[in-house]
């Protein structure tokens, strides 16, 4: 997908919403279980129901894996489900160099068709370039994460008195495919959000953290808009599981649908 058509959507749409299909076979509604592929079904309604209120979608491979081989292929299924016009993310958080790396991202780049993948950058850029040779992908790297065990190797200080996450961040801003790169910025520390745009301010954030995980909306927005938006939030479980019944669906749309309400005056103002 092609950065500027992304960015266009974004605006016209004012949102900002990514929808996280993270969904754990065990906390799908139980009418559907019986059915063939139930993970499958929970999908299809679910980006059914939110498809006019986010501009991508975000998938945690973890909860396909598990399943083995049935389970990617409803991770497969469920990628057919998602138009084109929507950005969709492996959160897959991979990080090897070499031909392992090229393999990595062939797999989610080529083999399925994800527009990006997240990135765990910690080999350094050989573990990130090859997923910077695909046309109109983007590699997603792991800056300050959202989860409290940041701290003790993200928010580490070195020597120069910069942390961990902000020499990361800083090292690949300056890339020279810096518009393929994005980084994954956690909700839960809104206050650094307009700190690490400083060191960022052209690329986009995966803003994971919001709802459940306690990070604030209006926060991230006022932090980390530009004027290209630069901003993918992300929700998944304060969607996905607003009800266990027939309902979900539903429940669900209107999730993403106040998320949405709440985001159009910011991207109004950009």
């Known amino acids: 997908m092609q950065l500027s058509a992304f960015i266009d959507f974004v605006k016209n749409k004012k949102s900002c919403l990514c929808v996280g299909l993270d969904n754990d076979y065990n906390k799908l509604p139980p009418h559907l ?27 945690n491979t973890a909860f396909y894996e598990v399943l083995g081989s049935r389970g990617m292929e409803m991770m497969e299924e469920t990628l057919e489900l998602i ?75 070195l020597k120069d008195g910069q942390k961990i996450y902000q020499k990361v961040i800083s090292h690949f801003a300056k890339h020279r495919e810096t518009k393929k790169i994005m980084f994954v910025v956690g909700a839960t520390k809104a206050e650094k959000i307009s700190e690490i745009r400083k060191i960022a301010p052209e690329n986009f954030f995966l803003v ?31 969607i996905l599981y607003q009800s266990a019944g027939t309902d979900f669906a539903e429940k669900a749309r209107n999730a993403a649908k106040e998320i949405h309400e709440k985001m159009k005056p910011f991207i109004e103002s950009v």
Do not use: W
């Not at 059914?48 to 991508?56: G, I, M, N, R, S």
């Not at 527009?115 to 370039?129: K, L, S």
């Not at 901003?231 to 998944?236: F, G, K, V, W």
């Open 83 to 157: 138009p084109k016009s929507h950005l969709v993310i492996a959160d897959a958080k991979r990080g090897d160099i070499g031909n392992t790396a090229e393999k990595y991202a062939q797999t989610f780049l080529d083999f399925y068709p994800f527009d990006a993948v997240t990135i765990n950058p910690y080999m350094g850029f050989e573990t990130v370039d090859p997923f910077l040779n695909y046309h109109n992908k983007y590699a997603i790297i792991l800056g300050l994460t959202s989860n409290e065990g940041s701290k003790h190797i993200e928010e580490l200080a």
């Open 208 to 238: 994971p953290g919001i709802g459940a995980q306690g990070g604030k909306l209006e926060d991230v927005l006022h932090a980390g808009m530009t004027k290209d938006v630069g901003l993918l939030i992300n929700s998944s479980r304060g």
């Open 33 to 59: 279980l019986p059915h063939a592929r139930p993970m499958l079904a929970f999908n299809k309604h679910i980006i059914q129901a939110t498809l006019d209120h986010c501009v991508a979608y975000k998938i």
